[in-house]
């Protein structure tokens, strides 16, 4: 009986393959583009953590000399000696490759090949044999060297001792840097009587690196589960519709005896099959779709914030078995309604469009209902949401519930167009269409999650761009920054610099704490850079006139955040009062930031003099400039930075992370395309009798064609109108709410209209080319399949 | 004497360890050989001896608070070369590695460092004296010595005055540590009256008390059956003193030996055989922490138990060490070191 059973069930999909594939290639291109995501977002993780792992990255404070030159190594064993349990660094590039040595002896565990491959002699590691521990791609990269495969280094970094790395840089005698390990000894001396030249850079915590990349992260996660979304979104319907058309068979199977249980279980395991099926797939495609994405994100990460992404892929388990857990989740979400629905829905129920129309009827309400709670519930979550759970229950209360009511509103459209009709042909133009929707709204829920998807995370992304662009604008506004060694160099500069540009700028700051929280504060010249180029989120009146007056200060978004602070509250710098007088977004900065006058802060802070200096001058004299100087003053070119080529590589760089975007864009609107396509092709069949009184009316078939097409094509539109809002609401969310909750900076919100037009564009082509070919099937349908359906009356 | 330095000399290349302690006992690699009827030259040879494998200065002390409270503390400083050169720089290939601890009746303080022996962070020097690793010192002329040690969670500073001679076990300093003939040079200064300050969570301790200072260095400790240790430092009340050490063999049996050393510093070596040493009770890690220790040549046959049973050694490498208590035959106080029980 179960086998007999089960052929029967079977059957359906041998006898309607076309919806077969649309199950499996709905469920398989979902499953797709979520685990494309997963993978791309778990193999930079994996980097990550391995970076962490290597190098304690951020993990640990740090001793650096001020200016950034090495330091003696004698300084490093009079802190050892003196108590401080501190470890050598010696770090430079290789052929492209960081190579960093460490000494094992004192660096804290997990960092260095503590736990060393098999056949490591440690001993010769020690005595200087050569030895470096890196991933295979770095041991490719160093064909010179000796290299011992480790997969768990960083990528693009090789490991070795520090008297090697001494050796390879010409660095003898000399440290870059001190990891402080944490738990420090009882009376160990102070750093400023020991090491004066030395200053302590705090653990970067999550701040760095760490923060801005979760920020991306988040972006292709939030990107991936939308792209799912659509995704059950056509699953849903393929699968509601197999059930629809199979009650027949239900109902004569369930004739003959079969026991309601044993159906839903059968029904319910041919669909894990699929979805096993499907799933697999999906996990297969979703490799090639990371692995095309891949080498384009590891290059966003690598320019942007110079995190080391290995550009291979790796079939990780967490990633394949999630793209297999969310198929199988995925249709059970699916398939439990129409499940749910095959068991309580009266046995005799017919199956066909109008019938369903009529059972949607009956749901709308229900559907209603559910549309105008979610809505509502977003409606209070816009304005109360302030953690990353509360951010995305926003998004999915938004998304669901706009989609729920995305066939009502279209219902209530079409009842409007159809009472304003005039003539007949439009009358029943819209009445069809109207009858049509209950069919067709999966699909178009889809379209919808979609396009709003995409009009979401590209407005986010594109944001993202302006301010960071704007930001590098602002803050590498200067053509040249050179930085000097002393005093004597600082005036050599000014002098040499008064005649050859437009002005010297000296960058110079302290370390202190304002309102409790660790800040930075820069004394400022004033100068058309800053008046023209920073941008506020909040400012008074003029707020440059009163802070180079002396008489208030700017802080970043940060240190207003964490302080409470705003325009108009005061701070105290060394028991001076400040009033706020603009605050501006300062991004990826971990620390508070204030800046001051130029000579207010000379006051304040009498001992601290410039050493950084921005030079604004014609970009194009900028090599001459640094050339001249080198022979005037003798201060090299390696003390200056071209900040203009600089920015132009990180912008260029930039541009590499839209590129993933539009791939994700253009593969979700080919799967909502793709979900359209299907809905037509199967409503086809089952509308010839709709179309048939009509055609005997005098439509002639051509023309009916032509209707369908438009009949799509409006639906898309209609949809993209109610997409647009929805995906700036998307936008919004995922700028105000979850940025916020995640990293603690808000990201100003920019509009992209001729993005949203071509999108929309792009979602109305898709709505066109899916409805092609099923609308040149219904205008070749031959007159005998017609005029069958007034002679067979069902 | 601590065998488990002939471990722990061996502590970086964990890895390594196998084929290290394997080649250890049998043959040594160019590294100098100790051979019978040394000639001790004083104070050179309380420095470093790079061309010998492993060497260390090893500091055990049992302490008493004003309120009579018993602490027991330790500070020691291993050597082992990878190869029988002194060399400079960081490719030197000289090792070191301290441990400090402090135990009191409830709590066992302990710390590890590592440094490279190239570079300055850590060595030791004979005249002037001074043993030292990272902050770490042990300095002076022998006569006095100022010792010091730091961890996050305690640190003490100590100051030693010796009050009898340096004392050589087995054959004059040659101490013999197998049936095959495995020997190392071993002398100790085990009369240093010692008082100071232990800084520990509990608050700063004023303690005095009596220390005992190891010396030995070798190339060829251990021989391929030998798998552990039990090492004993007694001082009973009547002034007299007692080294003993157990080498646990694969085959059951043990190899033993002991030095009974007169108040005034006069003694007698004893071979294998003479020392007996059995386990009374176990702790709950199985760590025998009482003993029943017997040289029937002095008519000693004591009771030896641990002030605390948890006197774990967590360093790269475990070992168990602290203060005892005697009693029986003889009275009075002492400290153990059990290797081979990890």
């Not at chain 1, 690598?302 to 550009?311: E, F, M, P, W």
């Amino acid at each position: 009986m179960t086998w007999a059973t089960l052929q029967a069930l079977l059957s359906h999909w041998w006898r309607n393959p076309l919806q077969l594939f649309t199950l499996l290639a709905g469920l398989a291109l979902a499953t797709a583009l979520w685990s494309g995501v997963q993978a791309v977002n778990a193999e930079a993780r994996a980097s990550y953590d391995a970076a962490a792992a290597t190098l304690g990255e951020g993990q640990y404070d740090r001793l650096v000399r001020r200016d950034g030159q090495p330091m003696a190594q004698a300084i490093y064993v009079d802190l050892r000696r003196a108590g401080w349990l501190v470890s050598p660094i010696v770090q430079g590039r290789l052929d492209g490759v960081r190579i960093i040595g460490v000494d094992p002896l004192t660096a804290p565990s997990g960092i260095g090949p503590v736990a060393p491959a098999e056949g490591t002699d440690i001993a010769a590691f020690l005595t200087g044999d050569g030895q470096f521990f890196g991933t295979a791609e770095t041991a490719a990269a160093l064909p010179d060297l000796n290299v011992i495969i480790t997969p768990e280094t960083a990528p693009n970094t090789a490991l070795t001792d520090i008297g090697v790395a001494q050796r390879v840089f010409a660095k003898s005698g000399q440290i870059d840097s001190l990891i402080v390990l944490p738990g420090q000894p009882k009376g160990r001396a102070d750093l400023a009587t020991l090491a004066p030249d030395l200053i302590l850079q705090p653990a970067q915590g999550g701040s760095d690196i760490g923060r801005l990349t979760d920020s991306f992260h988040l972006n292709l996660t939030a990107f991936g589960l939308l792209s799912f979304a659509v995704g059950i979104f056509i699953v849903n319907g393929a699968i509601g519709l197999a059930f629809e058309q199979r009650r027949p068979v239900v109902r004569t199977l369930r004739a003959l005896g079969l026991p309601l249980r044993q159906l839903v279980i059968l029904m319910g395991a041919e669909l894990m099959l699929f979805a096993l099926i499907a799933g697999l797939i999906g996990v297969a495609l979703g490799y090639v779709i990371a692995a095309v994405l891949l080498p384009d994100v590891a290059a966003t990460l690598r320019g942007l914030y110079g995190a080391d992404v290995s550009g291979t892929l790796q079939l990780r388990p967490v990633w394949w078995l999630s793209g297999l857990a969310i198929a199988l989740g995925g249709t059970a979400i699916a398939a439990g309604g129409a499940l749910y629905q095959m068991a309580k829905m009266p046995l005799l129920a017919a199956a066909q469009p109008r019938a369903l129309a009529m059972a949607a009827g009956r749901r709308a309400r229900v559907q209603g209902i559910a549309a105008a709670v979610l809505l509502g519930l977003s409606a209070i979550m816009m304005v109360t949401a302030n953690g990353l759970i509360g951010g995305f229950t926003l998004l999915a209360s938004l998304l669901i519930g706009a989609a729920l009511a995305l066939p009502l509103i279209l219902d209530r459209i079409l009842a409007g167009s159809s009472k304003a009709a005039k003539s007949v042909t439009a009358q029943w133009f819209w009445a069809d269409t109207r009858q049509q929707l209950p069919g067709l709204s999966l699909a178009l829920m889809a379209l919808l999650l979609a396009m709003s998807a995409n009009v979401g995370v590209s407005t986010m992304v594109s944001s993202f761009r302006l301010t960071f662009t704007d930001f590098l604008d602002q803050r590498l506004a200067s053509e040249l920054y050179i930085r000097t060694e002393n005093e004597a160099q600082s005036a050599a500069l000014i002098a040499f610099a008064k005649d050859r540009t437009d002005i010297v700028l000296p960058i110079q700051n302290v370390d202190t704490q304002v309102a409790g929280q660790p800040t930075e504060v820069f004394g400022a010249r004033d100068h058309a850079t800053y008046r023209d180029n920073w941008v506020f989120l909040e400012q008074s009146v003029d707020p440059w006139d009163t802070t180079f007056g002396g008489e208030t200060v700017l802080i970043n978004e940060q240190l207003s955040r964490r302080a409470g602070l705003n325009v108009g509250d005061e701070v105290t710098l060394q028991g001076t009062p400040f009033a706020i007088a603009g605050v501006y977004g300062d991004y990826g900065n971990p620390i508070g930031q204030a800046v001051i006058g130029e000579g207010v802060f000379a006051t304040l802070y009498p001992d601290i003099t410039p050493r950084n200096f921005g030079l604004r001058m014609d970009p194009a004299s900028v090599p001459d400039f640094v050339a001249d100087l080198e022979a005037a003053t003798g201060i090299p070119a390696t003390q200056s930075v071209n900040q203009a080529s600089i920015k132009a590589i990180s912008l260029g760089i930039f541009e590499r992370t839209f590129t993933v975007t539009t791939a994700l864009n253009v593969l979700t609107l080919a799967v909502a395309g793709f979900a359209i396509l299907m809905s037509l092709l199967t409503l086809a069949t089952m509308r010839v009798p709709q179309l048939a009184p009509a055609w005997a009316m005098g439509m002639t078939r051509a023309q009916i064609g032509r209707l369908e097409l438009l009949r799509a094509v409006m639906l898309a539109l209609l949809t993209a109108v109610v997409a647009l809002p929805l995906g700036l609401a998307l936008a919004w969310a995922l700028l105000a709410v979850v940025n916020v909750a995640a990293f603690g900076w808000e990201l100003p919100m920019y509009f992209f209209p001729m993005d949203y037009a071509r999108l929309g564009l792009f979602a109305l082509l898709a709505a066109a080319l899916a409805a092609l070919w099923p609308a040149r099937r219904l205008a070749r349908t031959p007159p005998a399949d017609l005029l069958k359906v007034f002679s067979n009356e069902r | 004497m601590n065998v488990k330095a002939f471990l722990l000399a061996l502590f970086l290349p964990c890895t390594a360890m196998a084929q290290g302690f394997a080649g250890l006992g049998t043959d040594a690699d160019g590294f100098t050989v100790p051979e019978p009827n040394p000639q001790f030259d004083f104070p050179a040879d309380h420095g470093a001896h790079p061309d010998y494998r492993i060497e260390w200065w090893y500091l055990t002390a049992n302490l008493t608070a004003e309120d009579g409270t018993p602490y027991g503390l330790q500070w020691t400083l291993f050597r082992s070369a990878l190869a029988p050169e002194a060399g400079d720089g960081w490719t030197a290939p000289q090792l070191w590695m301290g441990h400090a601890a402090v135990t009191t009746p409830d709590n066992h303080y302990v710390t590890e460092r590592l440094a490279r022996g190239g570079i300055g962070q850590a060595g030791v020097t004979a005249d002037p004296f001074e043993a030292w690793i990272d902050d770490w010192v042990l300095q002076g002329d022998w006569d006095t010595l100022r010792m010091t040690a730091s961890a996050p969670d305690f640190a003490y500073d100590m100051a030693l005055t010796a009050q009898g001679p340096l004392i050589f076990h087995g054959d004059a300093g040659y101490s013999v540590k197998s049936a095959a003939g495995q020997a190392s040079y071993y002398y100790s200064q085990p009369f240093f009256a010692i008082e100071g300050t232990l800084q520990l969570p509990e608050g700063d301790i004023a303690v005095t008390g009596n220390a005992w200072l190891d010396r030995e260095w070798s190339s060829q400790p251990l021989a391929d059956n030998q798998t552990g240790w039990d090492w004993f430092s007694l001082s009973f009340d009547d002034g007299h003193k007692m080294m003993g050490f157990r080498l646990q063999q694969t085959d059951g049996n043990n190899f033993t030996s002991a030095t009974w050393i007169s108040p005034d510093g006069d003694t007698t070596p004893y071979t294998d055989g003479a020392l007996v040493a059995t386990p009374l009770a176990m702790s709950d890690d199985d760590v025998p922490v009482r003993w029943r220790v017997e040289l029937p040549a002095q008519g000693v046959d004591v009771t030896v138990a641990a002030i605390n049973e948890n006197a774990w050694m967590t360093t790269s490498v475990p070992y168990w060490e602290g203060p005892v208590t005697v009693t029986g035959s003889h009275a009075g106080i002492g400290y153990l070191e059990m290797t081979g029980y990890e």
